[in-house]
């Protein structure tokens, strides 16, 4: 087997050879634990049961995971370990599951999943990521994801290429979401306004990129459903090797957000979820 799961298809047998993302088949987690910090219908009052894997398959200079995600700390698990992880997770009364940077590992997680729900894992399912991803990879997962979360990063193709090594950022990662959507469709929840299913897109915006944030909500507007989500993120910080770009090693201004909350409603869109800063 080899891997073409992201939009880098390395074609390789990652049991013999690596890839851009440096990482076996086998899937490495660096903690499993009740997340608190989600956007609230995620979290709940009673956690999101977050499962970070390790490795990525972007490399953001900024990224305040990098331990995680270019240094790779975390252990190895088996498929079948992966299932007991989700099960002790929903046992502990998560509202549901949460898989973070996910891509690499898609092929243990869906094995992960089928044997948790044969075992007994009843609650929703909740696909993290970074967005660059195959649609083939996501097609595969049709059925076993209840709730996508794609954080788009970038419109602009030279600022993917330049913050995170993602040529054709844009057109892979809108294509997913496009099949995101085609698979769960606008946002549900439960009585106590937990999600149960559905799209929600997430977005950093950029200290001296309020016009590419612009493009994206834009595209949203005009290709998704009214009543998606989307969750404009104001929390940037210039973590990693920030420093070495002096136009982004700062954080985002007060302004700049400002300014980017008021073109979300102007456009018409609808429902956001922000932040203070």
């Known amino acids: 087997m080899r891997c073409n799961l992201c939009p880098r298809k390395c074609n390789v047998d990652r ?63 088996t498929e079948e370990e992966l299932a007991e992880i989700f099960l002790k997770l929903q046992s502990k009364g998560a509202h549901n599951i949460n898989l973070v940077t996910p891509t690499i590992h898609a092929y243990s997680i869906k094995k992960a999943l089928v044997l948790a729900k044969e075992k007994g894992l009843k609650i929703p399912v909740l696909y993290n990521t970074n967005a660059y991803e ?18 788009l990063k970038y419109y602009d193709d030279e600022i993917a290429v330049k913050y ?34 559905g799209l ?27 009543g998606v989500y989307v969750s404009l993120m104001s929390q940037y910080t210039p973590y990693y090797k920030a420093r070495n770009y002096p136009e982004i090693n700062r954080r985002l201004h007060p302004k700049e957000y400002k300014e980017a909350v008021e073109f979300f409603f102007k456009i018409g869109l609808k429902n956001g979820i922000f932040q203070n800063l």
């Open 15 to 77: 049991s013999v050879q690596r890839g851009f993302c440096n990482m076996p088949w086998q899937a490495k987690i660096s903690d499993a634990f009740l997340h608190y910090g989600e956007e609230p219908f995620i979290s709940g009052k009673k956690g999101s049961g977050t499962v970070f894997f390790s490795g990525c398959n972007l490399k953001c200079v900024f990224c305040q995971n990098y331990e995680i995600s270019q240094y790779q700390f975390g252990t190895f698990v």
């Open 200 to 226: 929600v897109i997430r977005h950093l915006v950029m200290p001296g990129y309020v016009e590419d944030t612009k493009k994206i909500l834009l595209w949203i507007k005009e290709n998704l459903p009214r």
């Open 134 to 151: 195959n649609v083939e990879t996501i097609k595969m997962l049709e059925g076993l994801i209840d709730i996508y979360l794609p954080d």
């Open 164 to 197: 995170s090594e993602a040529p054709d950022y844009f057109k892979y990662a809108t294509q997913a979401i496009l099949e995101m959507e085609r698979q769960v469709g606008v946002p549900e929840f439960d009585e106590n306004g937990v999600i149960k299913k």
